[in-house]
C-alpha cells in the first residue's frame, strides 16, 4: 500500500545533541510537510516542501531545519534540541492535483524525548 | 485569516447513541473544510472533506459531517457510536495563503465511546 513511513516511531536524544528526523513516501505527491505535536494539541506547521521549493513558516525557529533530497524522502533536522522540543513530529503529504482540494496524508509520526 | 473552532474539549457517549463533534469555521471566500481522527501515538487519518456540492458529506467508518453555511458550521456525526471510535478528533479548513495546500487545524476534540 502506498503510504508515509516516518523512521524512527521513537527517538532520544540528548539536550544539544543534533537530532535528525526521516520521512519517506511511496504516494509521489509532490506537496512534503513536518508539523510538530505536544500532548494532544492541534498539530503545528513547521515549513513544507512544494517539490524542491522550501517554505519556513514565520514562527518556525531557527534550529529547526529541513532537507528534501528528492521526491520521495525529507528530513528534519533540529541542531540543537532543547527539552521545549520533545514533541511528537508528524510528517505529512499532499498532491496538488484538482487543485490542491485533496487532503493530506499523514505518517504514524516520530516521538522525540529529550535527555 | 481562516479558522476553524471546537468548542468542546471532551465529547462522551454511550456506545450505539449517536455522535455529534463540533466545528466552527470563520473564512474569507468559499470554505474547504476537513476532518480527521488521531488514534494514541499514530498520525493523523483523513475522515472526509467538504469542497463544494451536496451539504451531507459521507465518509469512512461510517462518519458523515454536514456542511452549514449560515450557521458557519462542519459538525461530524455518526449514527450509532463504537468504542472503537473513541479517538482525537480533528477539524481543518485548508489555507489558501501562500500558494497554499496548508491546513489550519482546530483545537481538537477528545471523543470517549463508553459501554
Known amino acids: 500500500d502506498a503510504m508515509v513511513i516516518q523512521n524512527p516511531r521513537y527517538q532520544v536524544t540528548q539536550f544539544g545533541k543534533p537530532v535528525t528526523l526521516s520521512c519517506s513516501q511511496t504516494?509521489?505527491?509532490?506537496?512534503m510537510y513536518w508539523y510538530q505535536q505536544k500532548s494532544s494539541q492541534a498539530p503545528k506547521l513547521l515549513f513544507h516542501?512544494?517539490?524542491?521549493?522550501?517554505?519556513n513558516e514565520a514562527d518556525t525557529p531557527d534550529n529547526f531545519q529541513s532537507r528534501r533530497p528528492n521526491t520521495s524522502f525529507c528530513f528534519l533536522d533540529i541542531r540543537s534540541p532543547g527539552l521545549g522540543d520533545a514533541a511528537m513530529y508528524l510528517c505529512?503529504?499532499?498532491?496538488?492535483?484538482?487543485?490542491?482540494?485533496?487532503?493530506?496524508?499523514f505518517g504514524d509520526g516520530t516521538r522525540l524525548s529529550i535527555l | 485569516a481562516q479558522s476553524v473552532a471546537q468548542p468542546e474539549d471532551q465529547v462522551n457517549v454511550a456506545e450505539g447513541n449517536p455522535l455529534t463533534v463540533k466545528c466552527t469555521y470563520s473564512?474569507?471566500?468559499?470554505?474547504?473544510l476537513f476532518w480527521y481522527v488521531q488514534y494514541p501515538n499514530r498520525g493523523l487519518q483523513f475522515l472526509l472533506k467538504?469542497?463544494?456540492?451536496?451539504?451531507l458529506v459521507k465518509g469512512s467508518y461510517g462518519f458523515e459531517a454536514e456542511f452549514n453555511k449560515s450557521q458557519t458550521s462542519f459538525h461530524l456525526k455518526k449514527p450509532s457510536a463504537l468504542v472503537s471510535d473513541s479517538a482525537l478528533y480533528f477539524c481543518?479548513?485548508?489555507?489558501?495563503?501562500?500558494?497554499?495546500?496548508?491546513?489550519?487545524f482546530g483545537t481538537g476534540t477528545q471523543l470517549k465511546v463508553e459501554l
Open positions: 505529512a503529504t499532499s498532491s496538488l492535483k484538482d487543485r490542491g482540494n485533496q487532503p493530506q496524508h
Open positions: 504516494l509521489n505527491h509532490n506537496v
Open positions: 516542501y512544494y517539490d524542491k521549493d522550501f517554505n
Open positions: 473564512v474569507s471566500g468559499n470554505p474547504y
Open positions: 467538504y469542497i463544494t456540492g451536496d451539504n
Open positions: 481543518a479548513v485548508r489555507d489558501m495563503t501562500g500558494g497554499g495546500n496548508k491546513l489550519t
